[in-house]
């Protein structure tokens, strides 16, 4: 298997400009994850996923992020409008329903100038 | 808060030594605890996942410890080499076991 797949790798966009941002879960697992992740704040959990469905999505820093699931193999993770403080590696993660250890995707560097 | 901490930022050792790294968490202890390895430019690796009622975990070179009395994890490197340079997270489910929470990780670097 591929392992995660996460696209675009960088973006570079300018403020109030929407941002979408996608990910291919490992084929087979359960659970899907997005995190975000910054030298200030480390790495933190921004929203997961259950066979599509939203589980959690506490840690969705406020109304200009959203995320869909609408198959099992593909999300998105939206930010509109885009502000300066939303720049960080967001990375994607993929979980088989009958294991806790969680595969990582190799990120998407988000810089909004 | 189920705060989870990791004490030191970096960690620098001497190739063939082995290097300890401490993880403490706060309030009742969670079912398990895992440990990733992170290099830079790339997302978490998953390592080593033990359970509550487990003390010690091995694989290859690296072991984990559990102590519920002192709410601490410890993730040794033994016979480092330069290519265990990374760092070293640790993660405490939050909340339901499929929710993480991350340490802010110790970078380790280890010198020939």
């Known amino acids: 298997d591929a392992g995660v797949i996460q696209s675009p790798r960088h973006e570079v966009t300018e403020m109030g400009q929407e941002v979408t941002l996608r990910c291919k879960p490992i084929s087979g697992h359960d659970y899907l994850f997005w995190y975000r992740q910054t030298m200030m704040r480390g790495l933190e959990l921004l929203i997961y996923f259950n066979n599509n469905v939203p589980i959690d999505d506490s840690g969705m820093p406020e109304d200009r992020f959203s995320a869909k699931m609408p198959n099992a193999s593909f999300s998105t993770l939206k930010i509109q409008p885009s502000e300066p403080r939303d720049s960080a590696v967001y990375f994607c993660a993929s979980s088989p329903a009958d294991s806790y250890e969680q595969y990582f995707g190799p990120g998407t560097r988000l810089t909004v100038t | 808060s189920q705060k989870i901490e990791q004490n030191s930022e970096a960690l620098n050792i001497q190739e063939g030594k082995t290097a300890t790294l401490t993880c403490n968490y706060t309030n009742y202890s969670p079912a398990y605890l895992q440990w990733y390895r992170q290099d830079p430019g790339r997302g978490p690796v998953f390592l080593l996942l033990?359970?509550?009622?487990?003390k010690e975990k091995r694989k290859e070179r690296l072991k984990v410890t559990f102590d519920t009395t002192l709410k601490q994890s410890l993730f040794h490197i033994t016979a480092s080499q330069p290519a265990d340079s990374a760092t070293y997270l640790c993660a405490r489910p939050r909340g339901d076991d499929y929710k993480l929470s991350f340490g802010a990780g110790t970078t380790v670097t280890v010198r020939a």
């Open positions: 033990i359970r509550e009622n487990e």
